[in-house]
Structure formats: structure tokens, C-alpha cells
């Protein structure tokens, strides 16, 4: 990846004389970037892709949207020098066309183009104005005097991409193995398809354990891929590419009908007794919620399932697609009785307000503050604070990524309900777990009973809170007279 500049903080993108861009449509736009393929001519080429785009139609009405992009190419084409050309595209994206120009111009000019959408959009309306702001991203190509004819709306298209995945706001130059990325993740896009409709992919479980008890009361469904050719493939692999083609939608009404299969299996096992499965639900599925209604309330209709066989997880990323359509969609499915869980907890922007503003019945703590316990008093003193405001809430706490006993120990004895990880179990077929269900603590290393030592330790301190949170804080106050000037480092123990 390239990245050229933050679209705000260029200083070569005010040195571009604006006013003498024309916005024509798409076919003339095509014609102009073929005469100058013909040429010898230097092309710069700029696709804009606007971020996000569909919450501006989800909040203010398509009407709404459809003015932004009429009133946005005129806008993009006042910033582009004499000659050039911009057109806009299927959907949200814009393409400029710029005769003679060198590569820093054509990255000045996208940059330009960035902070002229970033600018606020004033709609008049009968009743009201309405302010809209939009942000973008752009990919650039460049083509020398001179040289052979090349894709330039390809490769500004996949530069984009990458600009879009990986730096929103930002311009991102075309490199060759943007190329080869496409080939590959073509490939991979293909064999996807393949997979779905051939039955390649494999259901994979992981257990979660009530720490109370050690009784296994649910598993998490995950998705391998049976290559035929690489062996299984992790999710990692094939995921991002899945997501970026439109296939999660696909994918995710595979891994759905699989763990409706197994809690139906599993529950005529144990003689009605319910197994919840937790599923994880995508951006692209979370928009359709419809759609996952209609899946849900048929398996339910049948018979196949009770509410208490299937549950849901969301991630702050996937709410963030669309977050109104993100908050029907589980507001659906929890008013069909489903339990929702907010994974990886801690790690986002704004996941107190989700606590408030979203149905959902339990939060999963992230593995990364769960792999300081041991080592760090803060990552300690944040997963306790998040066990208890959760419960205060009315919500159950599920821990991530255990990975030992000590670990197990530890959120046994801050209150969190339920844990997940290595310790208890790695991700295995179904039929591998099935001898471990009916083991406590899934044939694990059972958590310690002994107190807490760290009660005792906190016992002639002073301040507030708990054990944890009296210990760091005299920490902190011992670090702070001890220096100074340097900042502190993480406080460990």
C-alpha cells in the first residue's frame, strides 16, 4: 500500500488552480480517458469512493442522497485544471480524468477532491435546511508521456480499494501488487462460490463455560473452508475477501442453517435439553434484517429450534456499516426471544452507548485485556470494571481468550459469569467435542477456590473501589512521586 498524504493535511492540495474541470457524463468521460490511451499524452486518473454513503440514505431519505451526488459532481469538477474531466459512476463513486498531468499533480488534485467532499452540504427543503457531511477515499493511477496504453480505471479502482480497507480518508497510489492482490482475491472470491454451493465449508465449535459451575452451556459457531487444493483454510484467509465481494450474506446463511442443524441435533441428544449456538452476524447480514427474520421465525415455526438453542454476537465494526438497520435487525430477532452478545467488548469507540442503545443481553470481554491479567493491574482493574457495570446493566459477562488457569482464577473471582478459550477448548468439528460436553469444566483444570490474596493486600490501603482499583491507584501515586518528569509505563505486578 501506498498511502500519499491524509486527505486533510496536504499542502501541495491548495496549490491547485481550481475552476476549469467540466462534469460530463459517464460515456463521455470513457471517451475522453480513450483518446488519451490513443496519445501519448500523460493521464492522471482519480476514483472517489464515498465512505459510508448508505447511512446518509438510511438516515435522510434516498431523495436526500441523490441531490448530495448531483450537487457533489459540479462541486468535484470546480477543483480540477483546464481540460480535465470528472463523471460520476455507478453508486457513491466519482472519476476524474486529467490530461498531462505528472504523478504529485494527480495526487494533489485527489486530495483536493477529498476536502471538497469533506465540505458541508447544504440542502434547502420546504420545511428545513439540512446539513450533510460526507467524507471519501480515493485511489489514483498514474500513465506516463509516452508509454503503452494501461488500465487506468482498473488500477485506480483497486488502489481505492485498498484505500477504503485500510485508510479511510486518505488518497492511496496504485502499486503493482495491488494487481496481483486482485488476481488473487478473484481466486479466492471464486472458490467461495464454489465452496458455498459444493459444500466445502465445515462447521467448527467452540465451548463456553459457565464459571459458576463449570457446566459447558453453549459454543460459538465458527467457519473453516475445506480447500481442495490448500488444506482448511482459517477464517482469516478468507473472510476480508468474502466481505469485499458481497459473499457474507452467503456465507453467514451457511453458517446459520450449520448451527441450527447442530442445536436441533444436539437438543434431541440431550432429550430437549437446549445447547445454545452463538452466531456471529456480518455488516452485510445485519442490513438485510429482514431477511434473517424470515430465516429465524420459519425454524422457530417448524419446530427445529427453541430461542434458547441460538444466540447472536455483533461487533462494533458491523453495527458501524449501518447502525439504524444494525438496531432493527437485532431488535427483531430479540423480540423472537434470541439472547445478543457485543463481542470483543473494550476495544471500540462508542461501546458504552451500545450497552444503552442496543438489545443485547451479554457483552464478551476482548482477549487483549484478558491476556493482561497476571501481568497488568490496568488491564485487571478494566475487565473488573466492565464485569461490574455490565451486571449492573442487567447483562452477562462472557471472557474471551483463556488461556490458563491463573486466567480462569482471576475472572472467577472479579464475578464474570462465562469464559471462553484455549484453556477449556480450541475450535474442533462438532462430533470431536461431543465426549466433553457432559465434563465439568470440559475436562479442563478447574479455577482455584482460595481467596483473592489481593484482598488481603488491599486491606490497609487507602482510597476507594475494590481490591484492584486501590492497589493500582497506589501504584500510580508511588510511579508519580518516584518520577516525575518521564512519562509512566503500564504498571505491572
Known sequence: MHVIRSATRGRAASSITPTAGVFVARPEAMQTLDDLQRSTRSTGLVHLDLDRFHQVNTQWGHHVGDRVLAMLGPRLAGCLPVGSVVSSTDGDAFVAIVPDADWWLTTSIAERMLQVVAEPIV?????????????ASAGIAWRAEHDAPIDLMEHAYLACRRAKATAPGTVVGYEYSLGEQAVRRQRI?????????????????????DLRDGRVIGVEALVRWQHPTDGLLAPAVFLPDAEAAGLMTALGDWVLDAAIDLAEQWRELRDGAPMRVWVNLAAQQLADGEHLRERMTAALREGRITPR?????????????????????????????????????????????????????????????????????????????????SHALGLRVV?????DVHQATALVRMGADH???YH???????????????LPWCGATPPSTEPDPLVHLADELPGFGSPRARLLMAALDTAHDAVSSPPRSEVTR
Not at 427543503?125 to 457531511?133: D, F, I, Y
Not at 455483533?314 to 444494525?326: G, Q, R
Not at 426471544?337 to 470481554?365: C, M, N
Not at 477449556?424 to 457432559?438: H, I, K, T, Y
Open 123 to 135: 440542502l434547502e427543503g420546504a420545511e428545513q435546511t439540512v446539513p450533510v457531511m460526507v467524507r
Open 189 to 209: 472470491e471464486d472458490g467461495l462460490r464454489r465452496a458455498i454451493a459444493e459444500d466445502e465449508l465445515r462447521l467448527f465449535v467452540q465451548p463456553e463455560i
Open 309 to 389: 438453542c441460538i444466540g447472536f454476537e455483533v461487533t462494533e465494526s458491523s453495527l458501524l456499516e449501518d447502525l439504524p438497520a444494525a438496531t432493527g435487525a437485532l431488535t427483531s430477532l430479540r423480540q423472537l426471544g434470541f439472547e445478543i452478545a457485543l463481542d470483543d467488548f473494550g476495544t471500540g469507540y462508542s461501546s458504552l452507548s451500545y450497552l444503552r442503545r442496543l438489545p443485547v443481553t451479554a457483552v464478551k470481554i476482548d482477549r487483549s485485556f484478558v491476556a493482561g491479567i497476571g501481568d497488568s493491574l490496568t488491564d485487571e482493574a478494566i475487565v473488573e470494571a466492565v464485569i461490574d457495570l
Open 399 to 403: 471472557a474471551e481468550g483463556i488461556e
Open 419 to 421: 469464559a471462553q478459550g
Open 424 to 438: 477449556f477448548g480450541r475450535p474442533v468439528p462438532p462430533a470431536d467435542l461431543q465426549a466433553s460436553l457432559s
